[in-house]
């Protein structure tokens, strides 16, 4: 999947982004400055960073509404419908054995990420998970793709949620994975 580069996902909005340390912020939805995205996001981003042993190292994030993010999922992935979070890494990855953790990216510019405010809303109600919690999941899961984490079998689906795991429990935010009791 190519990235759109944080140029392509900046010039229509040149006015509406802030650059702020590790995260360039896009905010196409309102109601993702009441939620804090910037806040979530960086640390989010603050935490991965550390976690994965990254010094600098930059993401851009844009927060959107359900209609564009549908329309970015039939762009990249043939699937015309709302997701929570999508992520384009800036590079591509060198093959590896399942399960095995990637290699550090050796580039400054991570990749882009999307998140619609809509979907994430949804999922954190039918969740019963705070809003700000399941967000900010959502955000570190899309960097550790960035940081060619993936989910495609078992084993690396493990790894992945491994690395989620102990990087939220780091924030105070409960395994996401764990269910629901009812």
């Known amino acids: 999947m190519p990235p759109l580069g944080a140029k392509a996902m900046r010039e229509p909005f040149e006015d509406e982004v802030e650059e702020m340390g590790i995260i360039d912020l896009v905010i196409e939805d309102e109601r993702w400055e009441d939620a804090d995205l910037m806040g979530m996001a960086e640390r989010a981003a603050h935490a991965v960073g550390e976690w994965l042993g990254l010094e ?45 953790a990637p290699e550090l990216p050796e580039i400054e510019e991570l990749g882009d990420i999307a998140i619609s405010y809509d979907t994430c809303w949804r999922e954190a109600e039918a969740q019963g998970k705070p809003f700000a919690d399941h967000a900010t999941h959502l955000l570190v899961h899309a960097i550790l793709h960035l940081a060619g984490y993936d989910h495609i079998d078992d084993q690396d689906a493990e790894t992945m949620e491994d690395a989620e795991r102990a990087i939220l429990s780091k924030l105070g935010i409960p395994d996401p994975y764990l269910e629901m009791e009812t």
């Open 56 to 100: 600098q190292f930059q993401v851009v994030v844009m927060g959107c509404d359900d209609q564009r993010i549908a329309g970015l999922n039939a762009e990249f992935r043939d699937k015309p419908r709302p997701t929570n979070v999508l992520s384009w890494p800036a590079m591509e990855f060198e093959e590896r054995e399942p399960g095995e």
